[in-house]
């Protein structure tokens, strides 16, 4: 259970967004357009990218949710862990290891981006939009993740639990959907 009373049962990050709607809206708003809209970077690279900074950051929900959804896309268990290990040698192209290296460096702190690294991600065929992006998904993910340990949120052990919540994330992305987040027997997740 989290450390204060939520509204709902729901774990994770869902139950704090659920739990502030007005807040939740703009946040879920933003995911959205950050990790389903149009973009020369495709889901898979986007979400590795979420996935990387929420397994650095030591978020259990949030690494556990969106390593699913890299699989739900495609990915493999073996490509997460080099992204994880060893970004510099994860099967990926140039361009995606220098911005795995810019969310690196986002995530501990984000002056440690520097001009070369930008220059690097330039020189391996990155855009400025997608180094924009990478940026700020990665400083997203990074509230997504101190908001969801810093309230201790519930995390689900069963990784089936994952499974169905990336399978919707990948079908259906981050929005609240109209008719809410479960249906009778359903199990509520994001």
Do not use: W
């Amino acid at each position: 259970m989290a450390y204060i009373e939520l509204n709902n049962q729901l774990p994770g990050i869902t139950g704090l967004l659920e739990n502030r709607p007005d807040t939740g809206a703009p946040i879920r708003e933003l995911t959205q357009i950050l990790l389903r809209g149009e973009s020369t970077l495709t889901e898979l690279e986007r979400e590795l990218i979420a996935t990387l900074v929420s397994y650095r950051n030591e978020c259990r929900y949030c690494t556990s949710a969106h390593a699913a959804t890299v699989r739900a896309l495609g990915g493999t268990e073996d490509l997460l862990e080099k992204v994880f290990h060893d970004p510099g040698e994860a099967p990926v192209s140039e361009k995606m290891r220098a911005l795995l290296a810019i969310a690196a460096k986002v995530q501990r702190l984000g002056k440690e981006v520097t001009a070369s690294d930008i220059e690097k991600a330039r020189a391996s065929g990155a855009s400025d939009i997608e180094i924009h992006d990478t940026v700020l998904i990665a400083a997203l993910f990074c509230l997504y993740n101190r908001y969801v340990d810093g309230l201790g949120t519930y995390r689900p052990e069963d990784p089936a639990y994952y499974q169905r919540l990336a399978s919707r994330l990948v079908t259906i992305g981050y929005s609240r959907p109209k008719d809410g987040l479960a249906r009778k027997g359903e199990e509520l997740y994001k």
